[in-house]
């Protein structure tokens, strides 16, 4: 590079110049400077007039190149590029600037390319995806050959470089690369056209893989070849993925499809946007009808109050059910059953209905109820005919008790009287209840104590009577030997507890514990003899206790001593399997 300062003028003499110039023009730096040197005459006369018009029409403070051909003192011309500005020294306008001989410009170029190319070599092998490029011509484009790949090629496929360069891209392909696909692709090649397209190619194991290609062209310099460059990235996770999702889409698509509900996804201002077969075999529209129309659509007009326009802020069903009223295609009404929940896509919100046809279920619920009905209007005269019946047994005896002088008759007719009643008294609870299988134990036993001493009433005892019961539901099964046996037990005592006292006291307990029933009877009497054992026992009093307990599978026991004696039964209760 040789600096200079020439004049302005029609020699264009120079003023100064770099010492180096010899080494460019073979000319030394003083006969270059000498007065009889003339500049213009060692221009090639094919440049000269182009450089002379070129100096001539320079503006004043801007840079300006020019090439010309200049003459070596040997004799032969040089490639020169010029870079020159008119300026001004001392109010004298001159001309500045630097000599580079093109062929050093050439050098320079081409390390400024050899730096750009190893830029972009290391950029292409820094890059995950893989790079392909190839070379065609022309005329005969798909006839290409693989003339560059870079390493992320290289470490995918397992193929090195000098295994693919030369060979056309189709020996990455196999079985399960698709033929409509590489039509695409050579069709775009064709042409000429850029493409993007996604299919399977092979690695050097033979394992598939997906890859996005995204390819364009690029003619070479001489015009008869396309560089073709191809940018290849791995999309097999996202392959799978998209399979799974559309395994799961499809499999949901079949179980809405195959579903017995009708099943709508429904936008929040309430058109239907998808729905299922069955949704439109209940209403009796075809899919295209139904999409599209609003939820009120299929609503009679005297529930659309009932039946919101739009469902933004409502509430959905969650685990339990609402009951509408819809109408079919025909103007038929029909009971349903519906299940709605809310999700999200694409940021906005979907409701899901499941709708049933409940007009089945109605009407089996009415037959139903109209048989419970009879049923329970039937029980309560049974338990109301058994009762009377009791009560005409019990008015026999009462009959025998009035013919009777014998006492020991006359009590055996009361305690047989006592017990019919304790039974009778089962059947008219039952008959006031709401169930007609369970009666309160509790209220049993106060309206049981009553009778009881209604029948004593010749009893000239002062006899106090206590109760500690918890409210507990007996069945028909448990409460009727309940009520006998707590008959046989309370009866005792009064008949048996209380000699050679004038008072006495009696306790009655009931509680429940851990799924069972606790029942005891106890007094502050005489006790029983040492020796009473209930299982040897033989008369009719403690051997319907002890059968009324084996009847409940019960566990009783019996305790005696200077308190008195108590009569315990624990039992498991017997819950109504109805219920």
């Not at 790949?149 to 470490?155: D, P």
């Not at 949704?279 to 659509?297: K, N, Q």
């Not at 007009?301 to 919101?308: A, G, I, R, T």
């Not at 169930?435 to 002062?462: G, N, V």
Request: charged share 30%; net charge negative; aromatic share 8%.
């Amino acid at each position: 590079m040789v600096f200079f300062h020439r004049k302005n003028d029609d020699r264009y003499r120079y003023v100064d110049i770099s010492p180096n110039v010899s080494h460019l023009l073979g000319y030394t730096r003083s006969e270059l400077k000498h007065e009889y040197f003339n500049w213009p005459s060692h221009i090639h006369p094919e440049d000269r007039q182009s450089v002379m018009s070129f100096l001539g029409s320079l503006p004043l403070g801007n840079t300006r190149k020019i090439e010309y051909r200049f003459k070596h003192k040997s004799g032969h011309y040089l490639w020169l590029r010029e870079e020159v500005e008119l300026i001004e020294e001392d109010g004298k306008k001159i001309l500045a600037g630097i000599i580079i001989e093109k062929s050093e410009d050439k050098q320079l170029q081409k390390k400024q390319s050899d730096e750009r190319q190893k830029l972009q070599q290391l950029a292409l092998d820094n890059l995950n995806d893989m790079v392909v490029i190839t070379k065609a011509p022309k005329d005969d484009p798909l006839n290409s050959n693989i003339v560059f790949v870079n390493k992320s090629f290289e470490e995918f496929t397992g193929y090195h470089s000098e295994e693919v360069i030369n060979k056309t891209p189709t020996f990455l392909h196999g079985p399960e690369t698709s033929a409509e696909t590489i039509n695409r692709i050579n069709n775009k090649i064709r042409e000429g056209q850029s493409l993007r397209e996604e299919f399977i190619n092979y690695k050097k194991d033979g394992t598939p893989y997906w890859v996005e290609l995204d390819m364009a062209p690029f003619p070479t310099e001489d015009g008869n070849y396309d560089f073709w460059v191809g940018i290849n990235r791995d999309i097999t996770q996202r392959k799978k993925a998209e399979q799974k999702l559309w395994e799961s889409e499809k499999r949901h698509r079949t179980f809405t499809e195959l579903a017995f509900d009708a099943i709508f996804e429904i936008h929040v201002d309430g058109t239907i946007l998808r729905c299922n077969k069955r949704a439109c075999e209940l209403f009796g529209y075809d899919r295209e009808e139904l999409i599209g129309m609003h939820v009120l659509d299929l609503t009679p007009k005297e529930f659309h109050s009932k039946q919101p326009e739009t469902f933004a802020g409502i509430t959905t069903t969650g685990d339990d059910a609402w009951e509408r009223t819809y109408q079919k295609k025909d103007g038929t009404k029909f009971p349903t059953e519906i299940h709605t929940s809310f999700y999200e896509m694409g940021g906005q919100k979907r409701l899901i209905a499941y709708v049933r046809d409940n007009t089945d279920h109605k009407k089996y619920e009415q037959t139903i109820r109209k048989s419970l009905k009879e049923k329970e209007t039937l029980l309560a005269e049974v338990h109301h005919r058994v009762k009377n019946n009791l009560a005409i047994i019990s008015g026999l005896l009462q009959m025998q008790v009035f013919n009777t002088d014998d006492e020991n008759i006359l009590a055996k007719l009361k305690e047989s009287q006592s017990r019919i009643q304790s039974i009778a008294m089962v059947h008219e609870k039952l008959y006031s209840s709401e169930t007609f299988s369970e009666i309160a134990i509790d209220k049993y036993i106060d309206d049981l104590l009553h009778m009881i001493e209604e029948s004593m009433s010749d009893f000239e005892k002062d006899i106090c009577v206590n109760t500690d019961m918890e409210t507990i539901l007996l069945t028909v099964g448990q409460a009727i030997p309940c009520g006998l046996l707590l008959n046989e037990m309370i009866t005792n005592c009064y008949k048996h507890a209380f000699e050679h006292q004038e008072d006495g006291k009696i306790e009655i307990s009931i509680k429940e514990e851990a799924e069972k029933i606790m029942l005891s009877v106890a007094d502050n009497g005489v006790g029983l003899p040492e020796d009473f054992d209930i299982e040897q026992q033989s008369s009719l009093g403690m051997s319907i206790i002890n059968t009324l307990a084996n009847q409940l599978n019960g566990q009783l026991n019996v305790e005696s001593g200077d308190f008195g004696s108590r009569f315990s039964l624990a039992f498991e209760i017997e819950r109504d399997v109805e219920k």
